[in-house]
């Protein structure tokens, strides 16, 4: 079965320091995977999308996401983070039919 | 143009009692999904409409639940017999067709169980 794992409940960084969320999935195919963030009270917005090709993907508001077969992860990044930025970020594999297959989240706290 | 609506965007009920949802897709998106996202299960999918096809009902939690979807466009999601356990927020979300397709998230119904 599918499954995403994001091993980072919680993560705090200052304001212009950079930025990694962890990701790793299991899937048997080749995996659509995405990055949704949800801020307080709204619905989820995508960051970026990897389906095939290049696997340095580049997302909206300056986010980033390497896909790494090898270690079938695809984690997050952002070089300078803005206070902006805090919400909750949601690694998600695209599995059959469709449907997606969430990791349980990780909050980003940031500090000025 | 408009993105993913749903309504109501918070609905209080007894337990006991039951509760319609409902979610309007992004104008020509044949695909339609429902996810609920709760404390203690994080988000999890429901049921996933595509055109005329039989929808995938894998996720739906229990009997109580049911989904339809009219004219290949707006859905209801019912819950009969609410239990206090079904105060979630229920997400839909829709996308263009096919695998590879983004979905739109709408901004969710929240769901109280007294």
């Known amino acids: 079965a599918q499954s995403v794992t994001q091993p980072d409940i919680h993560i705090t960084v200052s304001e212009g320091a950079s930025l990694e969320l962890r990701c790793n999935y299991s899937?048997?195919?080749?995996?659509?995977l995405f990055w949704y963030v949800q801020s307080p009270g709204q619905g989820l917005q995508l960051l970026l999308k990897?389906?095939?090709?290049?696997?340095l993907v580049q997302g909206i508001k300056g986010f980033e996401a390497e896909f790494k077969r090898s270690q079938s992860s695809f984690n997050l990044r952002k070089p300078s983070v803005h206070w902006s930025d805090a919400a909750e970020y949601f690694c998600?594999?695209?599995?059959?039919?469709?449907?997606?297959?969430f990791g349980a989240g990780t909050i980003l706290r940031v500090k000025s | 143009g408009a993105g993913v609506s749903q309504s109501p965007s918070n609905k209080v009920t007894e337990k006991g009692k039951d509760v319609e949802l409902r979610c309007d897709p992004i104008?020509?998106?044949?695909?339609l999904y429902w996810y609920r996202q709760s404390l203690g299960q994080g988000l999890e999918f429901l049921i996933y409409?595509?055109?005329?096809?039989?929808?995938?009902k894998s996720g739906l939690p229990s009997d109580r639940f049911s989904a339809e979807r009219t004219g290949g466009s707006v859905s209801t999601l019912t819950i009969q017999r609410t239990q206090q356990e079904d105060s979630a927020v229920y997400l839909c979300?829709?996308?263009?067709?096919?695998?590879?397709?983004?979905?739109?998230f709408g901004p969710g119904t929240r769901l109280t169980v007294l």
């Open positions: 979300a829709s996308s263009l067709a096919g695998q590879a397709d983004t979905q739109y």
């Open positions: 899937y048997g195919a080749t995996p659509y």
């Open positions: 990897y389906f095939s090709g290049d696997t």
């Open positions: 998600a594999v695209g599995a059959r039919g469709n449907k997606l297959v």
């Open positions: 104008s020509g998106h044949t695909a």
């Open positions: 409409f595509q055109g005329n096809s039989a929808p995938d």
